[in-house]
């Protein structure tokens, strides 16, 4: 009995580490914003977004992964295709900073140990926390700076498809939406100790932002053995 629980051990760690490497690479695309100002199409990326993530293949279906992307989200009513926004015609830009640690899980078995040419699609989701500046509109529709920065925590959902038919390189296309629980990114909730005028927009809906773009990683790391977990 011993030895038949050392040698399903001794199965069940194998097929855990088959595919444990670790990968280290750059986010490229653009970025484009959805809330209370601006365009409401969900794939429109109008800003360059650029960031540097981290995989941690945990088995041949599951990574841990954490990344940090840089963009300059921008809002424009006249992109919009709604009249009312259009007539409007606020505009912002606004510096934004994301961290975010998560899961990605593949579709098919990720092992980059046996040689071979892989491909598929993943799924990624986890946390995310975005830094940006805050401002307001005022009663004149002229954007006014706080001065003020704040947090705006979210869940981001990513869709992807990866190979690695450049060797040791690997290349994946994504498009990943973040859910946010703030509505200040757009200045549409301006803090009330100061001058601004109250909010507008659908106060029931928080913002959302997105990236679009390739992600190029380099995977290292010997096969190990005998882990757990």
């Not at 409401?40 to 599951?62: Q, T």
């Not at 990574?63 to 009249?83: C, H, W």
């Amino acid at each position: 009995m011993r030895y038949l629980t050392i040698v399903l051990l001794l199965i069940l760690s194998n097929h855990v580490c088959q595919s444990q490497t670790h990968e280290l690479g750059v986010f490229l695309g653009g970025s484009n914003f959805i809330g209370d100002v601006g365009s409401s199409k969900y794939i429109a990326p109008n800003k360059p977004a650029i960031g540097a993530l981290y995989k941690w293949n945990r088995s041949p279906r599951h990574a841990f992964r954490f990344s940090v992307i840089y963009t300059e989200l921008e809002g424009k009513d006249s992109k919009s295709d709604d009249p009312r926004r259009q007539q409007r015609d606020y505009s912002f830009t606004n510096q934004l900073i994301e961290a975010s640690a998560g899961l990605e899980f593949t579709f098919f078995d990720w092992d980059l140990h046996d040689g071979r040419i892989k491909a598929t699609p993943y799924l990624y989701s986890g946390i995310s926390v975005a830094y940006h500046d805050n401002f307001y509109f005022s009663r004149q529709g002229v954007l006014r700076d706080e001065n003020t920065s704040s947090f705006a925590y979210g869940i981001p959902m990513v869709l992807g498809f990866k190979t690695n038919v450049l060797g040791n390189l690997i290349i994946a296309a994504e498009v990943g939406a973040r859910y946010t629980f703030s509505d200040e990114i757009d200045g549409s909730v301006p803090d009330y100790d100061n001058e601004a005028p109250v909010g507008f927009g659908n106060t029931n809906n928080n913002d959302w932002y997105m990236f679009t773009g390739l992600t190029l990683t380099y995977t290292f790391g010997k096969k190990p053995c005998f882990c757990v977990f």
